[in-house]
């Protein structure tokens, strides 16, 4: 199996690894720090480190399917296609360095957290979901308009009250007796090892209270990558509002022009 060391702590950057099998589909490591596609978020690309040096660029990172189409617990690492002359010098066993491009999945993080606030602000359940590097958009089933600058001022007051966010989680017999906190019709929560990964934000202050007294913003069943605090979203905007059918409404993120 593949340990993912992404999933308690989002912010590691690099981590040693030992090369556990080389196919078609992909390099399998022991340990990664590198996400791979799901819930909605997009999988990371980065490099590993050969002992001697040299990089082996990673484009994508995808969890490994068996031959009837399930998941495994293995990661899949695919390499670039400039990757094609340092592959066939990597061998089962060795020892790599796995560095995740930060500046792209600090980005996924910001969008994905910024996901979880949206869903704040519109109280809906979401039918569709994609969080990349430049943008992310969430699809709320529901009739009523939506108001952009309403949302991305909603966002801004969220980050500007620099919410702690945090990773628990719940057993699936608390999952199955608290339905509600499933928003999403799109995305399964990660189940699978009995329990249930859970992200909350908050909580805002409670009104003439202490700071965090209040309810929290968000909780939820996820199995992304997020920053550590709503601070750190600064600069994301809702950019447009698209009917996309009678009974869904796309709100899309990104990144306000600088200097804005
Ligand atoms: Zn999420």
Redesign the pocket.
């Known amino acids: 199996m593949t340990q993912d060391l992404f999933r308690h702590d989002a912010y590691l950057r690099e981590c040693a690894a030992t090369v556990l099998a080389i196919g078609d589909q992909g390099i399998v490591l022991d340990r990664t720090v590198f996400y791979p596609l799901g ?3 997009a999988g990371d690309s980065g490099w590993l480190l050969l002992a001697d040096g040299t990089e082996l660029p990673i484009a994508d990172t995808r969890k490994a399917k068996d031959a009837e189409g399930r998941f495994t617990d293995q990661i899949w690492h695919q390499a670039a296609p400039q990757a094609a002359a340092v592959l066939p010098v990597l061998k089962v066993g060795d020892r790599v360095t796995a560095r995740v491009d930060w500046e792209r999945r600090h980005r996924l993080m910001r969008f ?2 910024a ?2 606030l949206l869903c704040h602000l519109v109280p809906q359940l979401v039918n569709g ?1 994609s ?1 990349t590097p430049d943008y992310a958009r969430l699809d709320f089933n529901m009739t009523d308009p939506l108001d952009k600058d309403a949302l991305s001022a909603g966002i801004a007051r969220l980050v500007a009250a620099a919410l702690p966010v945090t990773v628990a989680s719940i057993s699936d017999d608390e999952l199955d007796a608290n339905p509600a906190l499933v928003r ?1 019709m799109s ?1 399964q929560p990660p189940r699978g090892s009995g329990r249930v990964r859970t ?1 909350s934000i908050g909580a805002l202050p409670a009104a003439g209270g202490q700071p965090g007294d209040g309810p929290k913003v968000d909780y ?5 990558t ?1 920053v550590a605090n709503t601070s750190e979203i600064a600069g994301v905007v809702v950019t447009r509002i698209e009917k996309k059918s009678a009974t869904t409404r796309r709100v899309v993120l990104g990144f306000a022009p600088a200097g804005t």
Do not use: L
């Not at 939820?220 to 992304?224: L, T």
């Open positions: 819930g909605g978020q994905h957290t996901t979880h979901c969080i999403s995305v992200i939820q069943p996820c199995g992304g997020h």
